[in-house]
């Protein structure tokens, strides 16, 4: 084999390397969304208002936050939604705070005859946080809260 031929073989080898390891460390750094300062509250319905279920937390993302998704389930029943199942449930609204960052709320109002029906005791919020990027992040138990009477 002529020098020429290796010469380049390798330099183009050794350009191919350090391409290949820049994309690998772009790559590693994507990041999932972050959910961060869930929280969560229930108001009872009164006789001259409607109650609600209240849900907030900061969601971040290098890309952007895209949507929120957001359940709230009691612990009684036994249910425990999976990260699929989240992606047919409501949606928070989410407004920017920073590059990246948004604050999302989620609120259902609960009406009288909504209460009656509600059961009794701890609560969960399980929510589906998805960025621009694609990137999603699931988060079973964001939030805990009570419902009494």
């Known amino acids: 084999m002529s020098k020429r ?3 380049p073989s390798v330099i183009g ?3 191919l390397g350090a391409f290949a390891a820049g994309g690998y460390a772009m790559a ?3 990041t ?4 961060e300062n869930g929280s969560a509250g229930y108001t009872a319905p009164s006789r001259t208002s409607e ?3 209240s849900f907030t937390a900061d969601v971040g993302d290098d890309s952007g936050v895209r949507e929120v998704r957001v359940v709230a389930w009691p612990a009684s029943s036994g249910l425990d939604p999976a990260e699929a ?3 047919y449930v409501d949606k928070a609204e989410c407004r920017g705070t920073s590059d990246g960052t948004s604050r999302c709320t989620y609120t259902l109002k ?3 005859q909504d209460a009656a029906d509600l059961a009794e005791g701890t609560w969960y919020v399980s929510v589906l946080a998805t960025a621009k990027d694609g990137g999603t992040t699931f988060v ?4 805990t809260f009570d419902v009494t009477r």
């Open 5 to 7: 031929v290796l010469v």
């Open 13 to 15: 080898l050794v350009t």
């Open 28 to 30: 590693s750094t994507d």
């Open 32 to 35: 999932e969304p972050t959910v």
């Open 51 to 53: 109650g609600k279920l």
């Open 85 to 87: 199942e989240l992606r």
């Open 110 to 112: 609960v009406t009288r």
């Open 140 to 143: 079973p138990r964001a939030a």
